[in-house]
């Protein structure tokens, strides 16, 4: 275990010229040795220290994940927090009815008492991080199964999560780097009063929609404002009017300065996930399998809810989250699988893998033989056997469990039932109830019955249609062929006799308690017979599953050893990350060149209102033509975005864009069409990350908003 530790240091600390430096989402516990130089070469004028010190307050103190998918800032001494308006959208719509449509006219809390409170909404601040490699992996030896290996890891990550909480307030995590060859603590201070400050109308939050999405040049301005409060003693708690807002450790200057091109430029985030040492297999199995079965999927859904909610304003505001939940990583994926094809991503990894089975063969001790000898074959056995399940992976999770929220409460329920049936204790069970109670709850508040019934119907027909028949449950087939296979009529019968399909219906079988009328109900066998099915059929490959974890590490911890004098950097995985590069330009394709950044002209130049994707509210065109811009002019007009060549994922939606000196430029929120295979493949000529420039943001605040207050908090620096 020392030596393979000892080799991911040597990876993790080498500081060559040949580094791309571009590429990777870096753990800042390491940015004195492994990038500092490089930043500071391209412009950085902080110290290590200034961005990452667990002692004293620094740049990292700023910076937390905003909810359990985005980034946010803190902007002022009380605690309030910039974000994304797609990171807020939820919370936007959870406040949201006919009669108040913030999504449409936005929201602004010119006082605090205006300020709203949303439940469930969390702020999470980092704290600390230590490398605990050695303590995961004591009692780990090669001769043992995966399985075995798993649960010592596991053991032991608990042990050390229980240690780092022990008299805190803090959240402990232990992550997994490099496929499980190094292990990182990782502690936070989760914050649980999240309150709604402001928001501006969809029309200026979401321009462009889903026609932009992913696109350069772009005229968003993709930002909400929230605040975090804490109790009299400046500790975590849930709501109360009592609370006060935070005083942060440090909180971000705003600049007022502008960008240029070749600027310096980094981003701290929570990346989600990549996968950049995906094999070739892998990258040929997203191609022709998992992401245009993702595409298929969330298209018939997506078709669904878009016809109703044009149909009626309250099933607008209802599913508008999951809307465009759906909709962002379904352009996604069409793009992702364009870029891999066209940036030819499996040859490159081919090319990669064919020179690492040469390394091996080049070792004539036949050490690497011994340990990496089988790694090629097992990863490439993988996907030859668990291809065909795929398409019931996607289409159970993305049409059913992804669909209906008939399906949803049907899965909630099921633990209850599971509990009941085995003879668990009667606090157990009530306890467990509790909690389903909740969240049926949630869902019901975004929970249209007719809409619902045509989710079902399009979520099963694909299923059905897409998944292979040897992978579908007798029972299942059984039961479409007695309807000849119409789904629409299926859905019809169910909704006609559920108990489980209206919040009213809902209520009474959970307050009869009466397992029968639960275990029978249509909607919750076919759930069942589901859920059942498909973990009945994966586990033929879990065998084959455990044998791509142990290649995959062995892949990972080869690949290192092999290029041991060039920097790596870890899969993103929602731990905090910091990415830096430069404010530039690009040529996306032969004769042409984009700009770094874009201005409120270009809104101008694509209002259609026509559609409200690209409409124009009146007060912003009236800004714009008596061209009333305050402070946050250039050169007679509004900077509205610009791009850099950030390494960035989903999860850094919302993170700061800093300068040189740590003062806050932008928020970055989206990525190019070029560089979709960004995930898998970074590419260095290509990949732009797109903030929106925060004199835009200050602009809407101010100018269209009039909420100078929020203004007034900030350090603006000019």
Not at 38 to 47: F, H, I, R, T
Not at 69 to 74: M, P
Not at 456 to 470: I, Q
Request: charged share 25%; hydrophobic share 35%; net charge neutral.
């Amino acid at each position: 275990m020392r030596k393979t530790a000892l080799l991911i240091a040597m990876a993790l600390c080498a500081l060559l010229p040949a580094a791309k430096a571009d590429e990777g989402m870096w753990l800042l516990m390491f940015l004195k040795q492994q990038t500092y130089s490089d930043m500071k070469a391209k412009g950085l004028k902080l110290s290590p220290q200034q961005i990452y010190d667990i002692n004293h307050a620094s740049l990292k103190d700023a910076i937390i994940q905003f909810g359990r998918g985005c980034t946010g800032e803190i902007v002022s001494d009380q605690g309030l927090i910039l974000t994304n308006h797609h990171c807020g959208y939820s919370s936007i719509q959870y406040h949201s009815t006919v009669d108040h449509d913030y999504l449409s006219n936005g929201f602004w809390a010119y006082n605090k008492s205006e300020e709203l409170p949303t439940p469930g909404l969390t702020a999470k601040f980092f704290i600390r991080m230590e490398d605990v490699t050695d303590k995961v992996l004591k009692g780990v030896n090669d001769n043992m199964s995966e399985k075995e290996r798993t649960d010592i890891v596991r053991k032991n990550s608990a042990e050390i999560k229980k240690q780092a909480e022990a008299g805190t307030d803090y959240t402990a995590e232990v992550s997994t780097m490099f496929n499980g060859n190094q292990y990182i603590l990782f502690v936070y201070q989760i914050f649980k009063d999240v309150r709604l400050v402001g928001a501006p109308p969809s029309s200026i939050g979401k321009y462009g929609s889903d026609t932009d999405n992913w696109m350069w040049p772009r005229h968003t301005c993709d930002f909400s404002v929230f605040r975090v409060y804490a109790d009299k003693n400046g500790k975590p708690a849930e709501y109360s009017p009592d609370n006060i807002p935070l005083k942060p450790k440090h909180y971000l200057p705003v600049s007022l300065k502008g960008i240029k091109n070749n600027d310096f430029a980094m981003i701290m985030g929570y990346p989600g996930t990549t996968d950049r040492f995906l094999p070739s297999a892998g990258v040929k199995e997203a191609i022709d399998i998992y992401n245009p079965s993702v595409v298929t999927a969330r298209e018939a859904l997506r078709n669904v809810m878009d016809a109703d909610m044009k149909a009626d304003p309250k099933v607008r505001i209802q599913y508008a989250a999951k809307f465009a939940s759906l909709s962002n990583y379904w352009k996604f994926y069409i793009g992702q699988t364009q870029c891999l094809n066209r940036l030819n991503v499996y040859n490159t990894k081919k090319t990669l893998e064919n020179r690492f089975a040469k390394w091996i063969k080049e070792d004539k001790t036949s050490n690497r033989e011994k340990i990496y000898g089988n790694v090629l074959n097992d990863i490439e056995d993988y996907y030859q056997n668990a291809s065909e399940y795929d398409y019931l992976r996607v289409y159970t999770n993305e049409a059913i469990l992804r669909g209906s929220s008939v399906f949803s409460i049907c899965r909630m329920l099921k633990p209850v039932v599971d509990m009941i049936e085995s003879g668990a204790s009667e606090d157990q069970i009530q306890k467990a109830a509790a909690g389903v109670k909740t969240n049926i709850d949630a869902v019901f508040k975004d929970y249209n019955e007719s809409t619902e019934q045509k989710i079902m119907a399009a979520g099963l027909d694909v299923y059905f249609r897409n998944v292979p028949m040897t992978l579908q449950s007798p029972e299942f087939l059984s039961y479409a062929f007695r309807y000849g296979y119409d789904f629409d009529k299926i859905a019809e019968d169910i909704f006609k006799t559920s108990q489980l399909v209206s919040r009213d219906k809902v209520e009474q079988a959970w307050q009869n308690k009466d397992l029968s009328e639960i275990k029978n109900d249509p909607a919750y066998i076919l759930t069942v017979q589901l859920i059942n099915n498909y973990t009945d059929k994966m586990s033929a490959i879990s065998g084959k599953r455990d044998q791509l974890s142990r290649a995959n590490r062995l892949f990972v911890k080869g690949v290192m050893e092999m290029d041991k004098d060039k920097h790596f950097a870890p899969n993103a995985n929602s731990t905090i990350r910091y990415t830096y590069g430069n404010v530039k330009s690009y040529n996306p394709k032969d004769g042409v060149t984009y700009n770094y950044y874009t201005t409120l002209d270009g809104v101008m130049d694509k209002e259609d209102n026509s559609t409200w994707e690209f409409t124009v509210p009146a007060k912003l065109r009236k800004l714009w033509e008596e061209k009333d811009y305050g402070q946050y002019a250039e050169n007679g007009t509004v900077p509205v975005a610009f791009i850099t060549n950030n390494d960035i994922t989903g999860g850094n939606s919302g993170s700061p864009t800093i300068n040189a000196k740590g003062e806050l430029i932008g928020l970055a929120f989206d990525g190019n069409w070029e560089a979709m295979s960004g995930n898998i493949a970074f590419n260095p000529d290509m990949q732009r990350c797109i903030s929106v420039d925060i004199r835009y943001v200050l602009f809407i605040i101010d100018k269209y908003a009039g909420a100078t207050n929020l203004i007034n908090e900030m350090k603006i620096v000019k």
